[in-house]
């Protein structure tokens, strides 16, 4: 009896632990566009990395001409290095080839609002950059 308390308690602690460990900032980051997708749509449900996919390469009227897209900068293939009209390369934005990337909710927000700007003329909602993410925490 003893013995099994013990063990079952040992085990909720290690999955505390890992549930812990698991809720990274970018997790964090996703849940808090989430929430706000939610209040805005009642029929959101989930974001869609092939949704992120086709908003990555697709080409908006609203913004700067030079650059209509994200991927104008960043690269069609997100697991490539992307180029800046500056001349300024810039790391690839596909998780997996730069695993430092979205650690910083602060650092992702300032260049989601100077980008969207950018490409769309506009903000980006949370639908669309939850989307976004998703495609880059998939690749
Ligand atoms: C004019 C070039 C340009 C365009 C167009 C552009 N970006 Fe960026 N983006 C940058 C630069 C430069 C950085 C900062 C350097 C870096 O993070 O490597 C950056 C960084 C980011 C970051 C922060 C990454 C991190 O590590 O936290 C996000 C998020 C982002 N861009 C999203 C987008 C999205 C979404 C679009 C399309 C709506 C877009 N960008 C279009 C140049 C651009």
Known sequence: MKHKLILSL???ALTALS?????????????????????????????????GKAFHNRAFGGGKPDTPACASCHNENPRAAGLAPTGKVIEPVALSATPGRYADPAKVEKWFKRNCQEVLGRACSPQEKGDWLSYMVSQ
């Open 10 to 12: 040992a085990f909720s």
């Open 19 to 51: 549930l812990t460990a698991q809720a990274g900032p970018i997790d964090t980051q996703l849940a808090g566009y989430k929430a706000a997708a939610q209040a805005a749509d009642a029929k959101f449900t989930a974001f869609s990395a092939e949704r």
